[in-house]
């Protein structure tokens, strides 16, 4: 495991330190933006390179999802989508299976991912080191689509409350998550738990995963998403009969989608017009609870709740911070893996 996450680091800390788009002298704001990026008029998100030559015009739009569940799913979710996407641009695309968040973090870092779908804390490490601009949130005609954490335990077993919690073995999903690990580190202490010092974390890599942890008898409990929760219910995956919820937090934002801050404008504006015109298939509808269009939204003020959640529990969106985040994604990785 010590090498994986030698390697890891290595990796991660060359990319991050690459040669970058602007020098400390020509940028006048950047923010929590890496040194790669530059924000002059305060957005929050990565300014198009002045420099021309560094716009980006694929001829292949490679686009991925989050990957909060199976990504082999939500491909043939996202087909219909897919296929409108490659009409409306005039160009092929390809749908990118990612397995962590930080790989698809990276492949958009990297310029290999050109749209994507982020889950909610992702979506801010998307931003500030891969230069992401989040544009949009599934959702419906008046309103973009929430979610709120909550915390689930087997509905046979003992723990009613949070402060059951305490001595239990507990599966946070993955380092970067809102709901599966930044926003429980945040808001729980309050409610007289903290997570390390109270209660053992174990990551299991994924939404579902803990899920369905908890419901074999893996974990204790879960702090997860209510929207993957959800679809797994009705997908007949899980039964709600057999879980307790024992703490609901107020609303987040669902997963973001984002394009790559140096896509060429006129590009840009179709990728979007292509979003935002779309209208979901009944099989969307059904998958997404309800949404059925890609709502709009602006990162500055939509994921502003989600950055209170961080700075509260002492977390940050930083370089730093990610380059921390993808350390310990390793190591749960490589621990599952034993």
């Known amino acids: 495991m010590k090498k994986v996450l030698l390697t890891v680091t290595a990796v991660i800390s060359a990319s991050l330190l690459s040669s970058a788009a602007w020098s400390q002298a020509s940028c006048k704001n950047r923010g929590e933006l890496d040194v790669n990026y530059c924000d002059e008029n305060g957005d929050l998100v990565a300014d198009l390179p002045k420099d021309q030559k560094k716009w980006k015009n694929p001829s292949t739009l490679v686009w991925a999802y989050t990957p909060v569940e199976d990504p082999a799913v939500y491909e043939k979710i996202f087909s219909p989508f897919t296929q409108h996407l490659a009409a409306c641009t005039g160009k092929k695309v390809v749908f990118f299976q990612v397995q962590n968040n930080a790989a698809e973090i990276e492949a958009m870092r990297s310029g290999r991912l050109h ?14 080191v891969a230069g992401a601009v989040p544009f949009a949130v599934k959702g419906y005609a008046k309103d973009f689509q929430g979610y709120n954490l909550i915390v689930v335990t087997k509905a046979s ?15 946070h999903t993955s380092p970067s998550s809102n709901s599966g690990n930044m926003a429980p580190r945040a ?5 007289g738990v903290t997570p390390e010092k109270d209660y053992t974390v174990v990551y299991s890599g ?3 995963s803990s899920i369905l942890g908890v419901m074999k008898g893996d974990y204790d409990a879960a702090p997860v998403a209510s929207d993957v929760y959800e679809r797994m219910a009705r ?22 989608f984002a394009y790559a801050h140096d896509l060429e404008p006129k590009l840009a504006d179709k990728v979007l017009s292509c979003f935002y015109d779309y209208r979901f298939t009944p099989d969307m509808v059904k998958a997404f609870d309800g949404a059925d269009r890609f709502f709009p939204i602006n990162y500055k003020t939509t994921w502003e709740p989600v950055r209170q959640v961080a700075a509260a529990g002492g977390e940050s969106f930083g370089k730093a911070a990610y380059q921390k985040e993808t350390e ?3 190591a749960a990785a490589a621990a599952k893996k034993k």
């Open 206 to 208: 994924k939404h579902d």
């Open 187 to 191: 808001l729980f202490p309050s409610e």
């Open 115 to 128: 749209v994507a779908g982020f889950s909610t804390g992702p979506t801010a490490f998307a931003v500030n």
């Open 235 to 256: 997908r007949g995956q899980i039964k709600e009969s057999d879980f307790r919820v024992i703490y609901r937090s107020k609303k987040f934002p669902t997963s973001s």
């Open 328 to 330: 310990r994604e390793a």
């Open 157 to 171: 077993g003992a723990i009613q409350k949070l402060a059951d919690l305490k001595g239990k073995k507990v599966a």
